[in-house]
């Protein structure tokens, strides 16, 4: 499929004229096929303009069957995409639709694929220029940089702490992700809730922040001053700022303890981009370059599923994807299918999100699509879109 021109400010709101603007495949046994008044009758299409810069696309493929909505999302014409999580921090589950009511969004869908029992993502998480979490699982990424530019890829972790007076530097292991080991310094912060907190019989540093967060050429940077250090046995909690900890009698441990209170501290961190502000994870790249990137897949996660999917379009659009699926009248797409589906859409990257039960589309505070579950089922994060 050609380029999908942008949407116009002012469109005439018929069926027709909406499609022959959007240029919108309908999906067709498998295929794609254009959008022209021949389109085989089993094939509906519904196109409605939600604001300047969004609109949105349901198709229902009778002969597959498959149920698709995408959602198109134009920067230029004042639309914009974010992120949030559930509640505000880890440890807690939220419905997209809740979540983005919250969030005052016109629209969004499910976010990274979760762990119901750690309520928590997956995969490493930023928002609103904040880290949030790394992970050792690292899977694919969408983000957003400070200057509106996004980008599709694999994370590549970076975390660091410098003493500003010596100019000495350690690196940090993990953020709000589990408790320090021999050779280590773990860092937490008030985000991570109830999932994460500071482990108690470590040796710790509490570093609250003397300024402001700034985007670098690669990644973020912050200054603390050393407020509290020493050997716990109980939680030294953040407080507003960050606790550094290290298991006792190593020699992180002893670099911690000796931090004067009121130094000057620097924590650097970046997820593989200069200026990421936020950053979301996924399980599968679909789309580099304008080419397939699945190149082989196995498993039940690659047979066919409900799918949640974002891509990047050429012209700087965004368009979310999202599939129903298990149902009588919607069997879902393989892995390879949503990638075949992104490709055609003309997107030049693109990734998979979290599926089956957590497929969710949100309109205006309403959901969508029919989840598989019968019911929207609370997810840890998502992906809001704001108009105007």
Not at 21 to 34: I, S, W
Not at 75 to 86: H, K, L, W
Not at 277 to 286: R, Y
Request: proline share 6%; glycine share 12%.
């Amino acid at each position: 499929m050609g380029r999908v021109p942008a949407l116009a400010p002012r469109v005439r709101r018929t069926r027709s004229a909406l499609i022959a603007c959007l240029g919108v495949g309908l999906l067709t046994a498998g295929t794609l096929a254009g959008p022209t008044a021949n389109a085989a009758p089993q094939t509906r299409a519904h196109v409605r303009v939600l604001a300047p810069g969004v609109a949105l696309t349901t198709t229902f493929d009778r002969r597959v069957p498959l149920r698709t909505y995408v959602l198109w999302i134009d920067p230029s014409q004042g639309a914009s995409i974010g992120m949030t999580m559930a509640h505000g921090g880890l440890g807690a589950l939220q419905r997209t639709s809740d979540m983005a009511r919250e969030a005052g969004a016109l629209a969004a869908v499910n976010g990274d694929l979760g762990s119901a029992i750690a309520a928590r993502p997956v995969h490493p998480f930023a928002l609103n220029g904040e880290l949030v979490q790394t992970s050792p699982v690292l899977g694919a990424m969408f983000s957003i940089s400070s200057d509106g530019s996004m980008r599709i890829g694999r994370p590549n972790q970076s975390l660091s702490v410098t003493q500003l007076s010596t100019n000495e530097t350690w690196p940090i292991a993990t953020w709000n992700h589990g408790r320090p080991t021999p050779g280590e310094i773990t860092a937490h912060t008030d985000i991570g809730g109830t999932a994460e907190s500071p482990r108690p019989f470590t040796c710790s540093a509490r570093l609250l922040p003397s300024g402001p967060s700034t985007a670098t050429d690669n990644g973020s940077t912050r200054t603390y001053s050393v407020d509290q250090t020493g050997c716990f046995a109980a939680r030294l909690q953040p407080g507003g700022g960050v606790v550094l900890s290290a298991v006792p009698t190593t020699e992180e441990a002893t670099f911690i303890r000796s931090l004067v209170p009121g130094e000057d501290m620097r924590v650097d961190w970046s997820l593989g981009w200069g200026g990421l502000t936020d950053g979301i994870g996924g399980s599968h790249i679909l789309v580099q370059d304008g080419a397939n990137a699945l190149h082989s897949c196995s498993g039940a996660i690659c047979s066919r599923n409900p799918r949640t999917g974002i891509g990047l379009m050429p012209d700087g659009r965004t368009v979310l994807v999202v599939v129903d699926g298990r149902q009588h009248g919607s069997v879902g797409m393989s892995l390879a299918e949503l990638a075949s589906f992104f490709l055609r859409l003309g997107a030049t990257s693109a990734m998979n999100l979290d599926g089956g039960g957590s497929s969710t589309m949100a309109i205006k505070g309403q959901v969508a699509n029919d989840p598989s579950d019968g019911f929207e089922r609370a997810v840890t994060n998502a992906i809001v879109i704001h108009a105007g």
